[in-house]
């Protein structure tokens, strides 16, 4: 087993990885807040834990990826209007705030999936895990690190000696939430349990030993990360947007709890942003992964896009980056397709050459370091480059394609890959030009053409190829 090197957040460096009881690795993964459509932004950071995840596995580490979907609308998760947007969204919809969530959480899935994102072994639903949550409040109430007030339990975080170590100390810590709340003694204390405001027509409520109402945000990850990884587990990660706030509350709760460290690697990933800003929802300036798709982009662009990167930097999205890592992404899928054809035609040489054996050490180097999947990239192209034979080319490039996840085995000589929604259009037309609606058909046509595919229509039938 090759070493492998890790940012942890905590240290501020990186640090040779060494889990508590290996091969098993256990790595908690903040999940998404399901009361809108998830963004390419927070993509990226899927797509980084995937890729950590597959790092981990081909150095023959067992991961059990535990990941929550926040389902619980919070009324502090708008920082400056204290607005609850998931009870909120469910009442401009006139649906129920399960509904709503359940709706968002598949719509998360479907862009992970398409991505090629591996689902984690448990996914954990904050509504699913109140009792745990209740529980883990007595637990820290007992200790003596609570204090009540009109508005609900509140976390003392005087209480607690190194407060906000993960931020740096006191000047990295950002109080959570901006708006006032009476009877709350310091800026960074936090709500572990909200009471239902008075006549409010909240639909997720529970009954507690402190009073009808919700768990607060950051308490669902301790609870349920203790419960299936233990009081102290291996990786936890997230955006770095948590660092200051959620991870810190969550280090800060488990610590009070159990008086143990919870978490032995923290790892964050560095934002997508658009025109130099963050990629945010409140900004208004987020694309889905359906986006994507719509403007004749293959998902998969996009993992390639991010994997061009490394996880600690800012990644700037520009639909011009996009196309060139579609380009790179099919030049890649050409080559490995052509190797594969060539590789039926030839003998097999079970004798693997020196240099063969050298791509394969540097590529799992290059990630080994702690994810460096861009400079994991530039081995594949070189790799491919080179002299060596094309039936290792082939299996090296498949062998590296279980960390990278581009779909590569599936590449076949010149087939173009075909987006879904625009197979669908096609389907269409072809339909409409069967009933020989022709007029409607050349609407459809257009909708492709914008879809960046152009089509042409033979006596043998209609070909279709990337613009
Ligand atoms: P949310 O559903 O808003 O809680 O976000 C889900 C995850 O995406 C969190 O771990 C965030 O840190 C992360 N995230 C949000 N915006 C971005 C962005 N622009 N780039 C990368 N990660 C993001
Ligand atoms: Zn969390």
Redesign the pocket.
């Known amino acids: 087993m090759a070493d492998i090197y890790l940012y942890n957040s905590l240290s501020r460096q990186k640090e040779l990885f060494a889990p508590l009881k290996a091969p098993d690795v256990g790595m908690y993964a ?1 999940g ?2 399901v009361y809108d459509y ?1 963004h390419i ?2 993509m ?2 899927y797509v980084g834990d995937d890729t950590l995840k597959r790092v981990l596995a081909l150095n023959g580490f067992k991961v059990k990826h535990v990941m929550n979907v926040t389902d619980v609308g919070h009324l502090t998760s708008d920082a400056d209007t204290g607005e609850d947007k998931l009870e909120k969204s469910a009442a401009e919809k006139g649906k129920s705030a399960a509904e709503i969530a359940r709706f968002f959480e598949e719509q998360f899935f479907s862009s992970t999936d398409a991505l090629n994102v591996i689902r984690p072994d448990i996914l954990c639903r904050a509504t699913e895990h109140v009792s745990e949550q209740i529980e883990l409040i007595k637990k820290i109430e007992e200790n003596g690190f609570t204090y009540l007030t009109d508005d609900g339990v509140y976390f003392d975080t005087t209480k607690l000696k190194d407060y906000g170590r993960l931020a740096g100390g006191k000047e990295g810590i950002k109080p959570g939430v901006r708006v006032d709340i009476a009877g709350k003694k310091n800026p960074t204390d936090f709500a572990l349990w909200k009471f239902s405001p008075k006549d409010s027509k909240r639909q997720m409520e529970w009954d507690s030993p402190w009073g009808t109402g919700f768990p607060g945000w950051h308490i669902e990850c301790s609870a349920m990360s203790m419960k299936y990884l233990g009081e102290t587990f291996d990786i936890h990660t ?2 770095v ?2 660092v200051a706030v959620h991870h810190t509350n969550e280090i800060a709760q488990s610590e009070a709890a159990t008086g143990k460290a919870p978490v032995k690697y923290w790892v964050h ?1 560095e ?2 942003q658009v025109d130099g800003a ?3 929802k409140s900004l208004g300036n987020t694309y889905t992964v359906t986006d994507v798709e719509k403007k004749g982009f293959d998902p998969l662009a996009l993992r390639y896009l991010f994997l061009s990167a490394h996880y600690r930097d800012s990644l700037n999205f520009t639909w011009e980056s996009l196309q060139a890592a579609q380009n790179a992404l099919e030049k890649l899928r050409s080559a490995v397709a052509a190797l594969k054809d060539e590789k039926t035609r030839t003998a097999l040489s079970s004798e693997k050459d020196a240099k063969t054996q050298t791509f394969r050490e540097e590529f799992v180097k290059s990630v080994n370091d702690d994810i460096n999947t861009a400079s994991a990239l530039a081995v594949v192209w070189q790799m491919l480059k080179s002299n060596i034979p094309s039936e290792d080319k082939y299996d090296l490039a498949i062998a590296f394609d279980e960390v990278l996840g581009l779909g590569l085995a599936k590449a076949t000589v010149g087939k173009v890959e075909i987006p879904g929604k625009v197979q669908e259009l096609l389907d269409k037309r072809n339909q409409l030009r069967e009933q020989g609606k022709f007029e409607e058909a050349d609407g459809v046509r257009k909708e492709i053409e914008e879809a960046g595919f152009v089509l042409e229509d033979s006596s043998q039938g209609t070909k279709i190829k990337p613009r």
């Open positions: 903040c998404p807040t998830q932004g927070n990226r950071r997230g955006g947007d948590h990933y934002f997508l963050k990629m945010a």
